[in-house]
């Protein structure tokens, strides 16, 4: 089976599949979105399946030459019916709004607890999960974890807010607002204890770094996240409220106790791309 | 007695095989011309028929009057026969043998005609079709076919046979034809269901796309069936009243059908629907002559060598001589490559399809306007299997070929070097322009699309310096076209060629003004191994190195003329999508109005203006969906068989 994944590497090579650099019978596409001519290379690869993060970005002409079945995998956050849209939330919407819904044969939503807000809306969602990782690079290891706390994304008021005490604390804190994925970013989660996860503004969210950072043996200190995880559960503490130096004490103490690392390997493949592929394999057959 | 016949044909292969059978009962010379057949018609015929003699037109239209009459000075002047007929591959006698045929023709005075009779086989799936029988109309058509004597042809010297064969012009008016049969001369317009669909759309779309054709009204009745046939699902009684009407079309008409009393004693084949290649006509020799005068015509032999060149005037002895001389004696290429048959022991069809059949659905990153468009497809064949390291184009302009192999090489994840040399001044062929522009333009969307690819801007023998120690496995000559321009750039690139080294020569079926290539390849192709297209102006794949040959398939490829034939019907047909599936992906519709429906959220006038490029865009698409699901109905393994004759008829030769 050849298998297409087309995402913008620097946010999207963590969701690509294992090792796919050396397997024929997978291509994988960085998006360029001055030219979307780079999409005749998926439609000379022939796959059998592609599957496009960030489905709202691409046009519907390239789409339908691609052959195969074609998935979209929405991982833009939407607002919560009854919560006021902020700009941002009102701006992701607009543009699901206009995605050329009928290219794919199959859609994914990765936040369930999203599920009604976006059946009020009438978006033809098939599934609900959270993005696949690449577990062959977020894996834990044994190695030295120098960094107390670690946290990747864009910054804005809330999250400045949220995080600016950790400066002045005796806590070793590492923030890349940008421009890490894949193996570097495992490679950043696999030296640090704890990961944050802290919302763009203060809608709760299950963002795909939560089990990127468990899936690395980390514990991830998570603002409210909607719903609670489905694996590695002792990994990943919701707080509510603000963030503050005893709840990430409390964290660095349960990283110690190793159970983290335990459940990352126990648990992290059930969220593989490998995993996720025979999954959609069969529900693509089933829809058929 | 000696009798011939002349028989023009384009991409019949599927019925040939009856036909010959009636050409090796009742004739002793078999005239053939091809008008640019892609499917295995030629060698089939050259293959089945000891007699038979086999021309290549090349021509604008369809001067089938001019040939017909250039056949009979051949007929009777040179080979000398007594009487000659004209043919269509879906005619047949009414005799029974060669005996009560001649009892017959010499009852009247030379000048011999037959009505139509239109007769429809009882099962029109194609393969039984003279087992089954047939069913026809109690009186024969209107429409009359003609035979000749050699007698007749001389004491009319002016007599000139008309479009069609159905009479003869320039004789007394008090000289009329003789009917040789009552029962007339059996005529199969629809010889199976899936033929009739295929010859009507392809002729059709001759007719559509030759403007003289089209002002004369000339084969109308082909465009007016394929308008039927697109409007309308037809079952098997539509089919039996359209070809017991032909040309004529009335399916409310109360047709009685008789079942045709004479079972065809000198047919032992069957029709071969296997061998139905979808292609709709427009091949490239008659485009490569666009802008000649259109009564001039141009007759090649086997190897593609003129023999007769027509500018529609009266046709002199000496020239018919000369084309006789050039078809005695010639030796059988086919038979030569019987002998030669590369063996393959282990045949895989999956790595048949991986390796030469699904590359050819391939699309380059962007097509810029060219002439070469017809030939990418092989070309991702090349990169495919030949894997090149370096790569270098000689004469870029807008970067085509270029961008083509760019893709390629991407698509195959091949760590090459392409190169791609051009002044940007343009030439004499070409046409003088100011490239700073396009080189610029091009050399922006190379580095931003791909890795490994480099212009340089130099005449091509300023650029061959950088090329030494750096041996190129594939080069593709396209520059000034004289002779004496391609073959220096031939002779002075040879010498860095690799022992894998490849050479592409474009326009190679190009005769008009001074190109040359033609008059090259005829002496290289002599020399090394070749495979040669025809179609978009022609395109020459020189084997050169040593090595370059190693793959077995491409070998068997280049040693059976017969299956290669397939092979290129296929390459052609699958090239002529690519135009249009290039020019859809590459509408330049802002990504926010594609994704999304534009209609309702402009303005009035823009509104209007969105619609009309949806409307096209949509139409440009549906047309580009009704191509390509035929296509891949058979491509995906489908078990309908139209369109993958080629490929299994690759499989069946490359399994003996």
Redesign the interface.
Known sequence: MRIGFVGPFTYFENHFPEKWRTRSNILCLDV?E?????L??M????PDLTVFYRP???????L??IPGKRVAFLSEPVQLVGHSETLESSLRSSVY????WDSYHHSIYYDGTKRSSIERRGWPINAYRPLPIDTSAFRSSAGRRPIDVAFIGKPTPHRVAEMDFLRSTDLKFAWVAHGLSGRALAALFRRSKVVLNIHADEMPSFEPRIYLGAACGCVVLSEPMGQRPEVMRESIIEYSGSLDYAGVKSALRLFNTGEPQRASELESSKLGVDRFLLDLESAILDQI | MRIASFTMFKNEEAILGPFCDQLDEFFDVSFFVDHASVDGSALFVEDRLKGAQVFKLVADGYPQAELANIFSKLAFEIFEVDFLFFLDCDEYLPFASRSEFEKEIVKGKGYLNMNWRNVVPINLDGVDSFTEGFVTLPKPSKYTKVGISRKFYRSYPEMTITQGYHTVIGIPSNVHPYNISSIGLLHMPIPFREKYLNKMGASAKVVRDSKFLHENRLGVHWVEHDDLIKRRNLTDGDLNNIGLLYPEIDLKAKTKPTRLDFNFPYVRSRFDPGKLIEISSEIADSKSVSGRNRRELTLLDRSGNAVLVSDGGVISKISVENLGKNVMGRESKSEQAAVNRTKVDSFDPDEIQDRYIAPLFSLPRKLPLTAWGGHIPFLFVLFRNLKPACYVDLGVHFGASLIAAATAAQSYDLKADLWGVDTWEGDDHAGRYEGDKIHDDLQAFLDRSFSGVHLIRSTFDEARAQFEGRPVDLLHIDGLHTYEAVKHDYEHWLPVLSDKGVVMFHDISVRERDFGVWRLWDELKQKFPSLEFTHSHGLGVLFVGSNSLSDPYLRLMVEDARLFSAYRATVSQIAELLPLRSAYLATEVPVEQDVASPVGRTGEGDAQDVRRQLTDAQWALQHYKNQLQTIRQHYEGSTSWRVSAPLRYLKRLMGK
């Open positions: 360029d001055w030219d979307y001519s780079f005749t290379r439609i000379n690869f022939r709202e970005l691409y046009p519907k002409k390239y339908k030459s709004e206009r995605m050329s």
